[in-house]
């Protein structure tokens, strides 16, 4: 699976949008961008993955760059629960490729009132 | 989404003990789980690839003969920590992949060897 970059942390005032960068500049075409996030003892959470198009669903939007090599999350009304690590995984959707998830450090979001 | 359930979500052992954590896919069927481990401030580390009804495949580092997987049916598997020491604590995760291949994770389990 291609490696992605996160930035380590960010802050984000609770009401306001948070947008987390990830850059996958190795990115193969067969592969998807997922995100999950980690809240503090607990498993991670899917939140929505894409392939080249713009995703939105109840949780966040994702936006791809035209050229795959990076994407952003937004959480568009961030919460005080939306602090968590945030997880950017590229990775071939389906297959027999054993599909295990390879986690990288991931981007601490805190969300302050 | 699918549900992965994992138990216990917490347990203190004595050193020299063993330990089993159970992964059960309550809503779907799992050909394939996977085992991960996390200490403090870092990021999952994968363990294990489990198939059901064959060997795990274990990554490399990862003792076999101490961190025994079961993998019996497609709803479930268990690792064993088997004579666990006080390095073995950790947050013990598992994750589920359904027949989309998909990815669900189980709630983790913290074990502390005293």
């Known amino acids: 699976d291609a490696k992605t970059t996160q930035p380590p942390s960010m802050d984000c005032a609770e009401g306001r949008a948070a947008n987390l960068p990830c850059n996958h500049s190795?990115?193969?075409?067969?592969?998807?961008v997922y995100w999950y996030r980690q809240i503090h003892s607990q498993g991670p959470q899917y939140i929505i993955h894409g392939l080249k198009n713009n995703e939105t669903n109840e949780m966040a939007s994702l936006i791809i760059t035209e050229d795959r090599k990076s994407s952003t999350l937004i959480l568009p009304h961030a919460t005080l629960r939306d602090t968590a690590v945030y997880y950017c995984?590229?990775?071939?959707?389906?297959?027999?490729?054993?599909?295990?998830?390879?986690f990288g450090g991931g981007t601490r979001l805190m969300v302050k009132p | 989404g699918a549900v992965v359930s994992q138990h216990p979500s917490r347990v203190i052992c004595k050193s020299g003990t063993s330990v089993k954590i159970e992964c059960r896919s309550l809503?779907?069927?799992?050909?394939?789980m996977f085992w991960y481990r996390q200490f403090p401030k870092q990021s999952l580390m994968l363990m294990a690839t489990?198939?059901?009804?064959?060997?795990?495949?274990?990554e490399q580092g990862v003792e076999k003969d101490k961190f025994l997987i079961n993998h019996a049916s497609l709803t479930l598997s268990t690792l064993t920590v088997t004579s666990a020491h006080p390095e073995d604590s950790s947050f013990y995760i598992c994750s589920a992949r359904d027949l989309k291949a998909e990815a669900f994770f189980g709630q983790g389990t913290r074990l502390t060897v005293v």
């Open positions: 995984i590229v990775r071939v959707a389906g297959g027999n490729a054993g599909n295990m998830l390879t």
């Open positions: 489990s198939n059901e009804g064959s060997k795990a495949t274990y």
């Open positions: 190795t990115i193969s075409g067969n592969e998807y």
């Open positions: 809503d779907f069927q799992a050909t394939t």
